[in-house]
């Protein structure tokens, strides 16, 4: 059974930064592309970043461009969200995902889920 555990959340102040991570067990860790998401009480879970298996392929949505980064490491099994110039609109559980397409955007693509982590940014 995949298992994925985020952790590396916590309260920032708006400007800092903070890193997640994801460990994986029970798959294959580097036949599968991963993403990570997020999502506010009362909203529709939205995508923020994904990377291919290897990592050479990234994709960001349009408001973490510039300031988060994903990356992973396929030895650990781990992918890893750095993430700064914190903004209070990330507030937000970050989830990381499983995917079944490459660098999918939808989160009907993908197929496990960690339980989430939280990041609050105060301003």
């Known amino acids: 059974q995949v298992q994925l555990v985020e952790s590396g959340g916590g309260l920032v102040q708006a400007g800092g930064s903070l890193r997640l991570s994801c460990v994986a067990s029970?798959?294959?860790?580097?036949?599968?592309?991963m993403g990570w998401f997020r999502q506010v009480t009362g909203q529709e879970r939205e995508f923020v970043a994904a990377?291919?298996?290897?990592?050479?392929?990234?994709n960001y949505a349009d408001f973490v461009k510039g300031r988060f980064t994903i990356s992973r490491d396929n030895a650990k099994n781990t992918v890893y969200l750095q993430m700064n110039s914190l903004k209070p609109e990330d507030t937000a559980v970050y989830y990381c995902?499983?995917?079944?397409?490459?660098?999918?955007?939808?989160?009907?693509?993908?197929?496990?889920w960690g339980q989430g982590t939280q990041v609050t940014v105060s301003s």
């Open positions: 995902a499983r995917a079944k397409i490459e660098l999918a955007v939808l989160s009907s693509n993908y197929d496990y």
């Open positions: 029970g798959g294959t860790f580097r036949n599968y592309a």
């Open positions: 990377i291919s298996q290897a990592g050479f392929s990234r």
